[in-house]
């Protein structure tokens, strides 16, 4: 027997014994730390070992407007709620006094009691839109750190690109997003938080649908193209949803240029009925910085097809079909090729499937590091 083989004969054998050793006296066993992606459900689940008390200061919020960016804080919120954070919501507009156990407060600039909250919380969120000089004012006396969520390029250039007092993170809801708006302060990127899981059972219903679906009709996600495009494919059924805010292009039934194959819906607040009962999205919007409805349609089985918006190609990640906006046959070129084809469909959807895993992976890891930053 050579001399190796018993050297490593006796290491197995002392291992053995003592082994029961690290039970008895805890003694540490070192592991190779796993990669972050290897570890989210663990991070998914985990509890704060340092509770925040935390405002979130919005233009609005659930149930009164249920849009993208107020449905993104709420899972934000949520999330930190589930981790042991205490989580208060201050709304610019709002008709109710709680939502899902969150208090909420109408925003005043006169109220000592919301001009207090906001100054004395561990954390502030904020995430507001419109005239927001006003708002960010009543947070400039702050000593603790405060998020900046930005979802629209330019709207924030006075404060991202300027020396602040106060401990401040600039949030991006995308890459593209953070590209556009150069800062200097401390930042990081959480794409919108999609739960996914719902969506999911829909895939049973969609393989087949040839229906074509707009999640938005306003002006600027596409409302006119929407009805330009069913204009061309009569033969097509098409729906509609309203838009929660701005301006919806053209949505009365009744109007003179209203397509007789369009069936308009007003917004919702449970989107899947409306998925469930189509097979293909369109999104002919002039700019996103992120795409929340492709997140849905894709994990329902709905091939996307998007404009050339830069936030879309990010989200979609080449998994859907991406025209031209203003190229109406090129939209109408794709829906046909999608109900004609059964294979080039399959492949979209499936391709959706792994777009759509890719994007859960970034969801939980880029939330965890929110989370993470929040409660140092």
């Given amino acids: 027997m050579s001399r190796d083989l018993v050297i490593l004969i006796g290491m197995g054998i002392l291992c053995i014994i003592l082994s029961p ?12 730390r796993p990669k972050f992606s290897q570890a989210t459900k663990t991070y998914e689940h985990s509890k704060t070992i340092a509770p925040k008390q935390i405002v979130l200061l919005v233009s609005d919020f659930l149930p009164d407007t249920f849009a993208g960016s107020e449905v993104s804080a709420y899972e934000t919120i949520k999330y930190l709620r589930d981790r042991g954070n205490s989580v208060t ?17 109408k925003y005043s600039k006169t109220d000592k009691y919301i001009k207090s909250t906001i100054q004395h919380a561990d954390i502030v969120l904020f995430q507001v839109f419109g005239h927001s000089h006003e708002k960010f004012d009543c947070i400039k006396e702050r000593t603790k750190p405060t998020f900046l969520f930005i979802h629209i390029n330019n709207q924030y250039q006075w404060i991202i690109q300027t020396k ?152 979609v990640g080449g998994a859907g079909i991406q025209c031209n906006r203003d190229d109406i046959d090129a939209w109408c070129a794709a829906i046909q090729r999608i109900i004609g084809d059964r294979a080039y469909r399959e492949r979209l959807r499936q391709n959706g499937f792994m777009r759509v895993e890719q994007i859960e992976s970034l969801q939980r890891e880029q939330r965890f590091a929110l989370a993470e930053t929040i409660e140092r």
């Fill in 89 to 105: 919501v201050i709304s610019e507009r709002t008709t109710v006094k709680s939502y899902d156990d969150f208090p909420i407060y």
């Fill in 164 to 315: 602040i007092s106060f401990p401040l993170t600039i949030v991006f809801n995308s890459e593209y997003t953070k590209a556009t708006n150069p800062t200097s302060h401390s930042n990081l990127t959480m794409i919108p938080y999609v739960n996914t899981e719902v969506f999911k059972p829909l895939r049973a219903y969609t393989g087949q649908i040839a229906t074509v679906g707009l999640m938005n009709c306003n002006k600027r996600k596409g409302g006119k193209i929407f009805r330009e495009i069913a204009a061309k494919l009569p033969n097509v059924r098409f729906i509609g949803v309203k838009g929660a805010y701005g301006n919806n292009d053209d949505t009365d039934s009744s109007s003179k240029t209203a397509s007789t194959n369009i069936t308009y819906y007003d917004p919702q607040k449970d989107v899947r009925p409306i998925y469930k009962n189509i097979g293909i999205l369109i999104m002919p919007s002039i700019e996103e910085t992120w795409g929340r409805t492709a997140v849905e349609a894709m994990a329902a089985g709905i091939p996307v097809i998007h404009s050339e918006a830069e936030g879309l190609v990010e989200c």
């Fill in 21 to 32: 050793l690290y039970k008895e006296y805890n003694l540490p066993i070192l592991h190779k």
